[in-house]
């Protein structure tokens, strides 16, 4: 069950859900050290940001019946730590946000085809793999089939889906006559993508972005979840497949820009209002 519509808290434009700055937050100061955090400093992190203490609450409850957070008691104080499984999810959003550029100028003309075929009965199991596919950086180009422009892991991407008898994974270059710009144009839709650059840049390209912040902590948490958004649906198509003047360009070169800004003023007050403790 995700979020309600009166739960999603309007920053500025966009809409961010409580959840996701959770997972922010929870990916800069938590994640690869052994603490759980005290359910009155996400109150009051996310409270700086509109979110009402019974909505924090209860994203604290899904996401502990969604095995992404532990629970661990500390006398008559609830804290929260990460599970394994958001270890991987914060882990790999640490890297698409910070460390991967969005910029694919280095592409080696390899192709990963993906095929799949599953019962109609498998409804859920369809939908869980559609998204992954999604979040892999995949397109769909016909009834079943998936390509994504790089060399992808597919068995990261179907692990615990018990689906392997249903998919047929192929790797390598297109051959003619394929029109590799055809099938980009039928996979993706590179105008929502580039509005969704154009979008971000219109809110951070400025000397005071994010006015509604309280401080620098808040403006750091809303950047990366932000961007976060915009590289989730990004495939990172090949630079030489892109139309010039890729908004995407100028949005890493700002991306990089604002972390400089805020990261060392963030830290240091999320030291100060952050209460941890340390568990196994």
């Not at 519509?5 to 434009?13: F, I, L, T």
């Not at 959770?22 to 005290?38: D, H, I, P, S």
Request: proline share 5%.
């Amino acid at each position: 069950m995700s979020e309600t519509a009166s739960e999603a808290v309007e920053v500025g434009a966009p809409k961010v859900r409580p959840q996701s700055l959770t997972l922010t937050f929870l990916g800069n100061y938590v994640l690869g050290r052994e603490v759980a955090v005290f359910s009155g400093s996400f109150i009051e992190v996310l409270g700086r940001l509109g979110v009402g203490e019974h909505a924090v609450r209860s994203t604290l409850a899904r996401m502990v019946a969604r095995d992404l957070l532990a629970r661990y008691r500390d006398g008559r104080r609830m804290f929260f730590g990460l599970t394994e499984r958001s270890r991987r999810i914060l882990a790999d959003g640490e890297e698409r946000v910070w460390r991967r550029s969005v910029v694919n100028d280095d592409w080696d003309g390899h192709w990963t085809v993906l095929a799949f075929s599953l019962p109609e009965s498998w409804q859920s199991r369809r939908h869980e793999l559609r998204s992954r596919l999604t979040w892999a950086g995949f397109g769909p180009v016909g009834n079943g089939l998936w390509i994504s422009p790089a060399r992808v892991d597919v068995t990261e991407v179907t692990a615990d889906l018990g689906l392997d008898a249903h998919v047929r994974v192929f790797d390598g270059p297109a051959v003619a006559p394929t029109d590799e710009a055809g099938m980009i144009r039928d996979a993706f839709d590179l105008d929502a993508i580039a509005a969704g650059y154009r979008a971000w840049l219109d809110r951070w390209d400025r000397p005071a972005p994010a006015p509604e912040a309280a401080d620098d902590l808040i403006r750091y948490l809303l950047l990366a979840t932000e961007w976060l958004d915009l590289v989730r649906v990004d495939p990172r198509i090949p630079l030489c497949h892109l139309p010039a003047e890729w908004p995407a360009i100028r949005a890493q070169e700002l991306l990089s820009a604002l972390r400089d800004r805020y990261q060392a003023a963030a830290r240091d007050i999320a030291d100060r209002t952050i209460t941890l403790i340390e568990v196994p």
